[in-house]
């Protein structure tokens, strides 16, 4: 979007400026960036500290590269660029995002969940996007970070926003509520995505609580079959509708599915508010793709809008998040987004279904567990100890990994930190008409052993 650095020094409060050679309402202004490689003219830069580097050492290389301004926490020196200083750019960067979104005043929808938060939100602005204009985050911009750089680059004012909220530690939800205060929200399940940094599952449901309990007045949508979420729903503001999705309980259930594995087709049936839907979807989805779509659906429903079924006849699982398909004669499932333990068993039960000569695994470890590193990686072991996967081959990158291996050891056939070890024997291993499921955290990369055996990607 277009912003006059007028309209940025008016959302901020405490800063100084140096280097100003316009008038603030003449500088025009239409690419927000972090990485320094993505400058150009037109280019606001904020300098973050990160854990590997600093911005404000590459504020020199930003000027060059054309940028009109840096928003830096330090004055610095012998730099020509026009330096907005402020305690933080972090924050800098969200108050002018807000200061956005306020001008305009859409209605917000949050999504929170430790699994499918992307998936649920691609498909409400499946679901939406031919009824009303709508806004989504793009990718999984979904952090204090990521989502104020996804309105400044490409909201077009739409009167909708969907947002996925991604939490990685206690007080980061009332970060991104004070951002962007959701006028509905989709509470999709809670689990152990990233207990390392909190103490117990039970933090991890009351962070992402926050979301639903910010809503003043409006639709709240939570999943049906677990008591805990039916006691959140009682306790939310007095003018908030709740509406529910699951399997057992909800106003939108997943009565049954099943696969047709050579086609790639899933077929499902859906009880949606009082009429029952019999949909033909294209992919292998999981109960937990499947659970989405309800949550999804829930909340088009419950805002008023039509769900038009047939929009979904060009909708397929999300690249590297169980994405199955046929590739040099293999089956490939690609899972390599990101990895926890519920999304592992979502996988491996809609694996059963699929027929293959034999189903491998490639997996890395599963990051963010913190002191549950142990505990998160023996029960990954148990899982694919009792999965119908024949053989395991582990990339051990990060070492966690490490501690499934005896657990499983019966259909383990490699353990290698190398890619280059880890590609070698698959080579020589797979042979045509095999499945192989690849799965990792971000983190691991796995995507590249993947991508070395699976030319196509
Ligand atoms: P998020 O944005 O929350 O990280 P994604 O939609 O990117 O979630 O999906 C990440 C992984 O979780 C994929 O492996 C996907 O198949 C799996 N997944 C999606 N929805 C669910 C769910 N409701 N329950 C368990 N796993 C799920």
Avoid at 66 to 79: C, F, Q, R, S
Avoid at 198 to 227: C, W
Wanted: aromatic letters at 8%; a positive charge; one cysteine or more.
């Amino acid at each position: 979007m277009l912003l006059r650095l007028s309209e940025i020094l008016d959302s901020l409060e405490n800063f100084k400026i140096y280097n100003l050679y316009k008038d603030p309402k003449r500088v025009i202004l239409d690419n927000f960036v972090i990485d320094s490689r993505k400058a150009r003219k037109g280019s606001v830069f904020f300098a973050l500290k990160g854990q590997r580097n600093d911005g404000h050492d590459f504020v020199k290389d930003v000027h060059s590269n054309g940028a009109e301004i840096a928003v830096v926490e330090k004055k610095l020196d012998n730099v020509g660029i026009t330096q907005i200083v402020v305690n933080s750019s972090i924050k800098a960067l969200g108050k002018i995002a807000k200061s956005v979104i306020e001008k305009v005043n859409p209605k917000i929808i949050g999504i929170t969940g430790s699994n499918g938060k992307t998936t649920t939100k691609e498909l409400m602005y499946h679901l939406l996007k031919p009824q009303i204009p709508i806004f989504r985050n793009p990718g999984n911009l979904n952090t204090e970070i990521g989502l104020p750089l996804s309105i400044l680059n490409y909201y077009n004012r739409e009167k909708i926003l969907v947002l996925e909220l991604g939490i990685s530690k206690k007080g980061d939800m009332e970060n991104l509520i004070f951002l962007f205060k959701p006028d509905a929200g989709v509470f999709l399940n809670s689990g152990s995505a990233h207990i390392g940094n909190f103490e117990n599952e039970f933090e991890i449901f009351e962070e992402k609580s926050k979301l639903m309990r910010s809503i003043k007045k409006g639709i709240a949508v939570l999943y049906g079959d677990e008591e805990r979420f039916l006691k959140l729903s009682k306790e939310l503001e007095k003018e908030v509708r709740s509406f529910f999705f699951g399997q057992k309980n909800g106003h939108v259930r997943l009565l049954n599915w099943k696969y047709d594995s050579k086609n790639f087709k899933t077929f499902a049936n859906i009880r949606l508010f009082s009429e029952n839907l019999s949909l033909e979807l294209n992919g292998i989805w999981n109960r937990g793709q499947l659970l989405d779509l309800c949550a999804a659906m829930c909340m088009v429903k419950g805002m008023g809008f039509d769900i038009v079924s047939s929009t979904l006849n060009n909708f397929s699982p999300l690249e590297n998040r169980f994405s199955v398909r046929t590739i040099n004669e293999y089956i490939v499932i690609n899972d390599t987004y990101n990895a926890s333990i519920e999304s592992l068993k979502e996988a491996l039960n809609a694996i059963k279904s699929i027929n293959a000569r034999r189903k491998i695994a490639v997996l890395g470890s599963i990051l963010e567990q913190g002191r549950k590193s142990l505990e998160t990686h023996k029960k990954l072991g148990e899982i694919m100890k009792s999965s119908d996967i024949d053989h395991v081959i582990v990339y051990s990158l990060f070492p966690d990994i490490e501690y499934s291996v005896d657990i499983m050891k019966d259909k383990v056939v490699m353990v290698s930190s190398e890619l280059d070890e880890i590609t070698n024997f698959l080579r020589t291993f797979l042979q045509p008409e095999d499945l192989i499921y690849f799965k990792a955290s971000r983190g691991v990369e796995i995507e590249k052993v993947m991508e070395k055996i699976c030319s196509v990607y």
